[in-house]
């Protein structure tokens, strides 16, 4: 099992830009598929961006494509979520999530490990 600490959360103004980072530690994240999901206040936990394992193939919600980025860097064991053009919308905690090897990357049940979340507020 892998354990997942995210950092980078903040207040940020409308079109601002943020960058949140998942650091793992216990395994190498290389051989999982590596998701970012996000919870607001009386809504459901929903899918944000994803990074397959064994590749770099990234996925997106239509919500943040082209407005967000998801790498990782395996050297340090940290999966990045770069947020650019933000929109008050996008307030929510954000959630780093693992899933060994690749099954669905949308679909957080097949996600078997995850950190405590970070918030993430845009002003209008």
């Known amino acids: 099992q892998v354990q997942l600490v995210e950092s980078g959360g903040g207040l940020v103004q409308a079109g601002g830009s943020l960058r949140l980072s998942c650091a793992a530690s216990?395994?190498?994240?290389?051989?999982?598929?590596m998701g970012w999901f996000r919870q607001a206040p009386g809504k459901e936990r929903e899918f944000v961006a994803a990074?397959?394992?064994?590749?770099?193939?990234?996925a997106y919600a239509g919500s943040v494509q082209g407005r967000f980025t998801i790498s990782r860097d395996n050297a340090k064991n940290t999966v990045y979520l770069q947020m650019n053009s933000l929109k008050p919308e996008d307030t929510a905690v954000y959630y780093c999530?693992?899933?060994?090897?690749?099954?669905?990357?949308?679909?957080?049940?097949?996600?078997?490990?995850w950190g405590q979340g970070t918030q993430v507020t845009v002003s209008s």
């Open positions: 990074i397959i394992s064994g590749g770099s193939s990234t």
């Open positions: 216990g395994r190498s994240l290389s051989s999982y598929t």
């Open positions: 999530a693992a899933q060994l090897g690749y099954q669905d990357y949308s679909n957080p049940r097949l996600f078997g490990s």
